[in-house]
Structure formats: structure tokens, C-alpha cells
């Protein structure tokens, strides 16, 4: 029945029109416990009382989605959204991809929700032609009513589900999409379902599940990667009032994928008797080759590597003859550090092993990752793993690796009850899958006016290959497809090349993944080059991108990633680049905010998740080197919007997220182990630290939707310190900028 | 035996002494609407009043709050909506949510002191509180109208 199982994953994302024929017509009834619902598609169904049911199969972090998907399903139902009720959807691939990462929602669901929608509008239609003996094409559905114009009769939905479910399914070819006039929801400023809960404490977050008779339980894991349980005593921890028992996690086999890390087990009554038992373990670990690891070792290792050739991932003219025969060269390195996703809510989970099976309630990104990885972990089949999706307090990809519901699995099975795993800020923190640290070696030969005729890329770092093979040493086709590879600039000579490397902690994406570190050192480069020229930063950047075409990305020895995506329909287009340069420019009033000692604008503009950014902040740099941040322009292009409100507001949180890596954020290790801890030693934008505001200009557009949850971020870090560099004369070429002393 | 009120009802505590209140609150009373952000008093997920003041329940243990008057989300507009959470709706200010107790519990101790807040009282006054979604300017903005400051 389900054709989604037998189409893999990137050939099934790679159709996107796809995702609404594979699933459609599948008649199932299976919502839990609910009344038996009429369901024309896997994501809607219709109550005899009138209630639409509409699943939103992605996880909400905060973006919005699972409000704004279903309001796609409703404008083309023709619902009335006070009728609407959103129901989250288990695991399954019936529901296609459900691995909400990458900023691709709306761009591969679209379709899929307009045909959900479509499809029952035009049953209710038949179904109210049959009761009135009328043609089907004269009875319109309107706001939860099918309507038949001539007579004016009028039925409810509701009662119309009993006929309509004998109708037999309409082939896509017969659908009637909306026309863009009458979209009622599409487009338009519908607040979240979820934003009245959250003004009284009322969502429902993986740390807020609970299932009867569990156990909570704090694990001491590895404080190296991969370093192995030798002996454990917990005699002193059986005397904590409410601890039940001790349990060991086994370790990973490499690769480490998403199983768990492995360790020692409190087992207690609460939270903070488990905690406290903990605190009495004595555990004892070999260590292993990364026992040694050393962060600030690294860095020079990886400072030293970018100064080597490297394998050469793009070649465009020849750098070599170019530089040779160069009268001026610019060259710099840049450096970002190790970070950590800290999301507001630390990974947890409940569950329950039963009978060879496992049902489980997790803050997870990605359900059908929580079902392979527990299958995995217990050996059993990913079917028998039911995945409850609940409300995630922050995601930024930490909550698609699903580490922590295989420990809490792997618990239940031991002592024979529910387990709630929640990490401490602690575990959080020391025990991440993070961000990757990198080197960037830029060199460019510049002509008369300081515009680069040759453009040399290095970049060093471990590769989130590693979390799927054990012995990867180079970035993957999609970290070298992230905002370098692509390089859009009209330089007729261009190389890129990528230095071997290996991970030394777990590395993973996050918010924005590689574009982080391609776009500060690009753009920093980019900054630099336009200071030396003497010349305004927003036209060098114009010039740069040259004339308006479509840059065909030719990438050596791989495909260029794309986000999955053809170049045909999301091409790398200069001219939508140099739209919101112009766009951020005019808004920011760039031309009329001169450079004053202490207080500047700063700009960057960068494409990532197939959406178009330039950001223009401004600084003030204050006597004794503090920063702050009064206001931040950005111009979004993302093609088609759905909901501009929740657009806005994920372009305002990434100006935050942006300036907390730009200026605080930093991960480090010694003796193999995590130095940083809780948010005194990691610390994150606070209210006074965060851009005062920041002003979204959306591009209105009818291209292909993009992404919009990330490609806020990347442009955030340059943006501040090319401001910075005009308001002080210092360039920062590493992250964070709170380790450069400015005055 | 700790006894103490919680959103206007009695309660008693037999348990650790040391607990901290915010796993009482969550563990205990079911009263999960309290958030659990570090533990350690630095990100203000946790903040419920303690007879009236702004307080992280992370670091206040069981016996600090022995015959005290707590508040948490649940109880601020239990009887009629505070004008916060009218002005946080009307700001679509939560993004994940998660932080939002916390933060609204912070912004009323506020307002109690300084019903008419500047820029820079609601600062000083907001820092503790973290939200990773960066939803500060909205915060901001949320605070100013509900209390008249900024339409
Ligand atoms: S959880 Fe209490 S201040 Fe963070
Ligand atoms: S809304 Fe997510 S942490 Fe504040």
C-alpha cells in the first residue's frame, strides 16, 4: 500500500510535485482514539460534525510549520479555520519525508497540501452534486459550504462526508487549484494555533510527557568521544532517597550515527532524586585516542593545513597562471570555532518498551529517525517503534538525531517500566552533536580597480560525514554545496579545494550548517577587498556579482548539491542576489550612514536554502570595546511566502541566532573533554546583547517557495564585523568576535 | 512536613528539603507550564513569583519556599488574562514557546514595580531570561503595549 517505502529519500524529495500523488488516496482510519473521520488523504479528514482534521506531519520548533501546512490544506479545502483542528502526526512513511531540517517544508509540501485540500473540496462537490442531481461543476465549496450557484442551495460539509467518502478519489488531472485571488489563508497573516498555549504554559514540550509509572533517569555518559566504560560503583547512590536503580547504556559501534553514547543510569521517582543519585556515581572510563584531544592543538593543525594544497572541489579558469601573473594580492584566514545547538529545551524523551515493542513521546525533528534508530537499538523492526511528536522548545537540527529516545528505549527495556530521559543543560552542552570548527584560507589577485581576477578557497574542517562513517575526512557534496562551491561572483578564475580532516567530538548540522563558516569567510574576504579598493562596500559587492545571469554551478568530482534541487527550477540567480543588496541598501539608508568613529553599517549577502539574503547591521562600539547591535536590516527573497508573519519572525530570530555565534558563542576541549557547561560558559544572546530590532523586507515574489527557517543566519557574523572594521579599523577574522579586544 | 500555596491551593511536602522547587512544581503538581532551561539560574525558563517577586524555582530548594505564596504561568491569568498574555498574542511573540512562562512571569514582576517601563528597565529587568529563538524585539514590544507605553 505504501509506494513512499519503496522510493528513496532523495528521489522522493527530488519530485516534490510527488509527495501529494504518492500518498493521496491511501483510506485509512487511524487517528487515535478519535471519531471515525472520513479521509481522503493521509493529511485530512472531515468529521460528520464538519470538523476538518488536518495532520501536520513536520515537528514544530518554532518556525510555525505545523500551523501554516495545515492552512495550506484548509485554503484549498475551502475551510473555515475555526472548524479546522490540527492533529500532529505520528512517525510513518505514508506522510513522506517528516525530517524537518534543511528549510524545506513548505518548498516540498506545498504542492502536496494544495492537492490534499483540492481533492476533498472537489469530493464535497460531487458529493453535493449526487444530492442535488445537479453537475459537479456548478457546486463550488465556499468557507465549509458547498454551494450550488443556480439555486442557491447550501450544504455543510459534514453533511456531506457520508456520500462523499463513497466517491472514488479524482485523479490529480482533474483537480481545480485556487486561483491566487481567492486564497484565503495563503499568504495571508493567520496567527499559530500554538500561541495562545504558550501565554499560559499550556504546550506540550518532550520534557512535559509523561507516561504512568515511569521512571526518570540521569545518565553519566562518556566524557570523551568514544571513550568506553571500564567499572562503575554505585553504592553510595543507592541512599538517595528515590533512586530505584542503576543501568548501563552500551556504548556506540562506530559510526556513531544516532545511537546512544552509552554510560551509567540513575533510575529515580523524580527528576532531581535522579540528578542527585548521579552525583554519587564513581565511574571509571578508558579514555581512548581521543583522551588527548585539544581544541586550541586543533586549531593550529587546522590554521596549518589551509596553507597546503588541497583536493580540488571547483576549478573555474586557471588560479595558478592568474596569480603568477598578478600585480596585487590579497590574502587572509579565518577561523569559527566548535559550536553547540543549545535549544531552549534540552533533548528529552519518554519511552516504553512492551512486548517487543516500543512506543515513545520525544522532541524529535525527525519521527521516522526515531523509529530506525530505536529499531536499531533494540533490534527490532522500525514499524514497531510508534513515535508521538510533541512540541520542541528549539530544535536548530539537535533534535533530528535521536540519541537521547534510543537511551530512554534502551532503559525501558533494562527495568521493565516507562523512562524519561531529559539531559541537563550540562549534557547538553558537553555532549553535542556540534557544529563544525573551520579554517579558511582566501587569496585573490585583484586588478586596477581591486576587483579579483583569480580567487582562491581552502577550507579545513570535520566533516558531518563522520556521523555515518567512521573514517571520513573530507566534507560532503552538501558542506561543500553550502554557500562555496556555488560562489557566484563573475571572477573568470576560481578554485576551491578541501583539506582532509578528521572529527574529534561528534559533529553535526545546525542552523545554517556549513554556510556559517563559507559565508564569514567570504564575506569577511569580501569586505577586505572592498577596503583595500577604497571603494563603498554595496557597490564592490554589485560589481562582483556582475551581470544579471543564471552562474551554472560545476562543481569537481561530485554533483552540486543544491538543497536536492535542480539548477533549472532554483537556479544560483545574480540578479535576485543583487535585488535585496539593493533592497537592504535603500531600507538601511546605507547612502546616508556615514562611518563615525564607534558607529557603522556593515553588510553581507549570501544565498543559502535556494533564498537570497543581504543583511546591513549597524554597531555601536563604545570606549571600552563593547558592541551592540541597534538595529539590523534584511532582505529576504524566498520565493512564494505562505505566511509572512512567521517569515518575519524566523528571519528575526536568526539575526539573533547569527549574533550570538558571531560575538559569544565558542566550544572548546581539553583532555578530549567539553570545557563549556551551562549558559555562563556558553552564553547565548541576551535581550540587551540581541539586535534592539531588526527589519524584515520581504521580496514579494512568485518564484518556487525556498527555505526560511536558516538562510537568516549565514550573513548575520560578516555583516557585524565588516560594521565593525568601519567603526573601529580592526578586522576580525575569527569567531567569536568577544575574543578580539577592541580597544 | 513543608507546607506552602501554589496558585492559590495548600499544599504539603514530605519529600527532600533540598529539592528544587521548579521539579515540585513539575514532577510533583503536574504543573509543567514552568520551564526547565539550565539549572543554574542563568536562563530564566523557570521563573515563577514567590510571594510576588520574580524568582528562578531552579535554585530555590523546597525549604526556601516553605509557607510562601507561589505563582506559576498556570496561575497568572487563571482568574482573567493578565495584559501580558493579551500583548504577547497580539505580538505573535512565541516562536518554539518554550522560554515564554518564564518570560511573561519576569515581565509581570516588572510591571508590578514599574508599570510604566523605559527601554532600559525592561533590559536590566529582562536579561536573565533567555530565548534561543530570539524573540527579544517582540518581547520588547509586548511589554511596551500591555503596559500603555507604545500602542
Ligand atoms: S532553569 Fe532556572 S534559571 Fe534556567
Ligand atoms: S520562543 Fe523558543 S526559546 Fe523563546
Known amino acids: 500500500m505504501n509506494r513512499v517505502d519503496k522510493v528513496s529519500r532523495r528521489g522522493f524529495l527530488g519530485t516534490a510535485i510527488g509527495a501529494g500523488a504518492l500518498v493521496l488516496g491511501v483510506q485509512i482510519n487511524e487517528a487515535e482514539g478519535a471519531t471515525p473521520a472520513w479521509m481522503p488523504s493521509v493529511y485530512l479528514g472531515i468529521e460528520p460534525n464538519g470538523t476538518a482534521v488536518i495532520v501536520a506531519h513536520r515537528s514544530e520548533m518554532g518556525t510555525g510549520i505545523r500551523s501554516v501546512l495545515p492552512m495550506v490544506v484548509a485554503d484549498e479545502l475551502e475551510a473555515d479555520w475555526k472548524k479546522v483542528r490540527v492533529e500532529q502526526a505520528i512517525g510513518d512513511t505514508k506522510y513522506g519525508s517528516q525530517n524537518t531540517d534543511g528549510s524545506c517544508s513548505i518548498r516540498d509540501f506545498y504542492d502536496a497540501m494544495r492537492e490534499a485540500g483540492a481533492t476533498a473540496r472537489l469530493m464535497l462537490e460531487q458529493a453535493a452534486a449526487k444530492k442535488w442531481n445537479v453537475p459537479s461543476a456548478e457546486c463550488k465549496g465556499q468557507n465549509h459550504f458547498v454551494v450550488h450557484s443556480k439555486s442557491g442551495k447550501k450544504a455543510a460539509y459534514g453533511e456531506l462526508v457520508k456520500v462523499a467518502s463513497t466517491l472514488p478519489v479524482p485523479k490529480k488531472a482533474d483537480l481545480r487549484l485556487k486561483p491566487e485571488s481567492e486564497f484565503r489563508y495563503i499568504g495571508k497573516e493567520l496567527p499559530t494555533i500554538d500561541q495562545a498555549d504558550h501565554t499560559r504554559g499550556a504546550g506540550k514540550f518532550g520534557i512535559d510527557a509523561k507516561m504512568p509509572g515511569m521512571l526518570y533517569a540521569s545518565i553519566e555518559r562518556p566524557p570523551v568521544y568514544g571513550a568506553k566504560l571500564r567499572s562503575f560503583d554505585d553504592a553510595a547512590v543507592k541512599g538517595v532517597k528515590g533512586v530505584v536503580r542503576t543501568a548501563t547504556i552500551e556504548g556506540f559501534k562506530p559510526p556513531h550515527m544516532f545511537q546512544a553514547l552509552g554510560g551509567v543510569a540513575v533510575l529515580a521517582d523524580s527528576t532531581w532524586a535522579a540528578a542527585q543519585g548521579r552525583k554519587k556515581l564513581k565511574v571509571e572510563w578508558d579514555l581512548g585516542p581521543n583522551g588527548s584531544f585539544d581544541s586550541a592543538k586543533e586549531k593550529a593543525e587546522i590554521l596549518a593545513k589551509i596553507k597546503q594544497p588541497g583536493k580540488v572541489v571547483r576549478n573555474v579558469g586557471d588560479v595558478d597562471k592568474a596569480f603568477a601573473g598578478a600585480g596585487k594580492v590579497h590574502e587572509a584566514s579565518y577561523y569559527v570555532p566548535l559550536l553547540s545547538h543549545a535549544p531552549m529545551e534540552p533533548p528529552a524523551a519518554v519511552a516504553e518498551w512492551r512486548d517487543g515493542k516500543v512506543v515513545t513521546y520525544a522532541a524529535t525533528q525527525n519521527p521516522q529517525a526515531v523509529q530506525e534508530a530505536v529499531a536499531g537499538a533494540m533490534g527490532i523492526k522500525k514499524e514497531d517503534v510508534t513515535c508521538h511528536v510533541t512540541l520542541l522548545g528549539g530544535g536548530f537540527g539537535r533534535k533530528s538525531k535521536p540519541d537521547y529516545v534510543c537511551e530512554a528505549a534502551m532503559l525501558s527495556k533494562q527495568v521493565g517500566k516507562p523512562v524519561k530521559v531529559v539531559w541537563s543543560r550540562e549534557d547538553d552542552i558537553k555532549f553535542d552533536f556540534y557544529h ?14 581591486g576587483k579579483p581576477t583569480a580567487w582562491l578557497h581552502r577550507s579545513v574542517f570535520p566533516s558531518i560525514g563522520s556521523t555515518f562513517d567512521a573514517s571520513a575526512e573530507y566534507g560532503q557534496e552538501f558542506e561543500m554545496g553550502m554557500g562555496w562551491v556555488d560562489l557566484p561572483y563573475a571572477i573568470p578564475n576560481h578554485r576551491a579545494e578541501n583539506g582532509a580532516h578528521k572529527n574529534h567530538v561528534r559533529i553535526g548540522w545546525m542552523r545554517a550548517v556549513a554556510h556559517i563558516y563559507h559565508a564569514f569567510a567570504i564575506h569577511s574576504f569580501v569586505d577586505e577587498l572592498a577596503a583595500a579598493a577604497n571603494r563603498d562596500r554595496v557597490e564592490y559587492i554589485l560589481d562582483l556579482l556582475g551581470p544579471d545571469r543564471n552562474v551554472p554551478i560545476e562543481p569537481v568530482g561530485m554533483k552540486y548539491w543544491n538543497n536536492d534541487q535542480d539548477q533549472t527550477k532554483f537556479p544560483v540567480d545574480t540578479a535576485r542576489l543583487k535585488r535585496v543588496v539593493q533592497l537592504v541598501a535603500e531600507k538601511s539608508g546605507w547612502a546616508n550612514k556615514k562611518p563615525t568613529k564607534g558607529r557603522a553599517l556593515g553588510i553581507a549577502a549570501h544565498r543559502s536554502f535556494l533564498t537570497y539574503v543581504a543583511a546591513v547591521v549597524e554597531v555601536e562600539v563604545d570606549d571600552r570595546g563593547r558592541v551592540t547591535i ?40 581539553a583532555d578530549g573533554r567539553i570545557v563549556q557547561s551551562n549558559f555562563n560558559n556558553y552564553p547565548v544572546a541576551r535581550i540587551n546583547e540581541a539586535p534592539k530590532v531588526t527589519h524584515v523586507h520581504l521580496v514579494p515574489s512568485k518564484a518556487p517557495a525556498a527555505g526560511i527557517g536558516e538562510p537568516g543566519v549565514p550573513p548575520i557574523a560578516p555583516a557585524i564585523t565588516s560594521a565593525i572594521f568601519a567603526a573601529t579599523g580592526k578586522r576580525i577574522r575569527e569567531l567569536p568576535i568577544r575574543k578580539t579586544k577592541l580597544v | ?28 503538581l503536574d504543573y509543567t507550564g514552568t520551564k526547565f532551561g539550565c539549572g543554574a539560574g542563568l536562563c530564566g525558563a523557570c521563573t515563577v513569583h514567590v510571594n510576588g517577586e520574580a524568582t528562578r524555582s531552579c535554585v530555590t530548594s523546597m525549604k526556601d519556599a516553605a509557607g510562601k505564596d507561589i505563582t506559576t504561568i498556570e496561575g497568572l491569568g487563571a482568574k482573567s488574562e493578565h495584559p501580558l498574555q493579551a500583548a504577547w498574542k497580539h505580538c505573535n511573540v512565541s516562536q518554539c514557546g518554550y522560554c515564554q512562562s518564564g518570560q511573561i512571569m519576569q515581565a509581570a514582576a516588572l510591571l508590578k514595580t514599574k508599570p510604566k517601563p523605559t527601554d532600559s528597565d525592561i533590559d536590566s529587568a529582562m536579561q536573565g531570561n533567555i530565548c534561543r529563538c530570539g524573540t527579544y524585539q517582540r518581547i520588547r514590544q509586548a511589554i511596551q503595549i500591555a503596559a500603555g507605553v507604545k500602542a
Not at chain 1, 436 to 441: I, K, S
Not at chain 1, 644 to 650: D, G, K, L, N, V
Not at chain 2, 4 to 24: C, H, I, Q, R, T
Open chain 1, 630 to 669: 541597534p538595529r539590523v536590516d534584511i532582505a529576504v527573497d524566498a520565493g512564494q511566502i505562505i505566511n509572512p508573519e512567521r517569515a518575519r519572525s524566523q528571519i528575526e530570530g536568526a539575526a539573533v541566532f547569527g549574533t550570538s555565534l558571531a560575538m559569544m558563542g565558542e566550544i572548546t576541549a
Open chain 2, 1 to 28: 512536613m513543608i507546607q506552602l500555596k501554589v496558585n492559590g491551593s495548600a499544599k504539603k511536602f514530605d519529600g527532600d528539603p533540598e529539592m528544587p522547587l521548579l521539579w515540585y512544581l513539575r514532577d510533583v
Open chain 1, 436 to 449: 563544525a570548527n573551520a579554517g579558511m584560507y582566501m587569496k585573490a589577485a585583484l586588478d586596477a580597480k
